[in-house]
């Protein structure tokens, strides 16, 4: 079965920031577009982020423009989440998903995807 693994959450000052990567233990994340959410207590999950297989489309949610930046080494078989000038309302827990079927219709919503990690806790407080 696949593995999603997120990796590099923590406490952060807002206005701080923090990369949070994703990869796979056991199989490639090469030819798979992959898209970040988060989920913070009592909301629901929100898509914020994504990236085509090759790298060559991005797309972000409004709330996370410009501050945020995606990105993937398919050679390292990892994809990464740069989190710039962080504010209170960015805590939740950060979640990488999968899509398997190269079908993408809304590449924010969760129902894309098949595959997701257990993610990675964010929390920006001062």
């Known amino acids: 079965h696949s593995q999603l693994v997120e990796s590099g959450g923590g406490l952060v000052q807002p206005g701080g920031s923090l990369t949070l990567s994703c990869t796979d233990r056991?199989?490639?994340?090469?030819?798979?577009?992959i898209a970040w959410f988060r989920q913070a207590p009592g909301k629901e999950r929100e898509g914020i982020a994504y990236i085509r297989d090759d790298g060559g489309k991005m797309f972000y949610a409004d709330s996370v423009k410009a501050r945020f930046t995606i990105s993937r080494n398919n050679n390292k078989n990892m994809v990464y989440l740069q989190m710039n000038d962080l504010k209170p309302e960015d805590t939740a827990v950060y979640f990488c998903?999968?899509?398997?079927?190269?079908?993408?219709?809304?590449?924010?919503?969760?129902?894309?995807?098949?595959?997701w990690g257990l993610g990675t806790q964010v929390t920006v407080s001062s």
């Open positions: 056991k199989f490639t994340l090469n030819y798979h577009d």
């Open positions: 998903a999968r899509n398997h079927d190269g079908t993408i219709i809304n590449p924010l919503s969760p129902s894309d995807y098949n595959t």
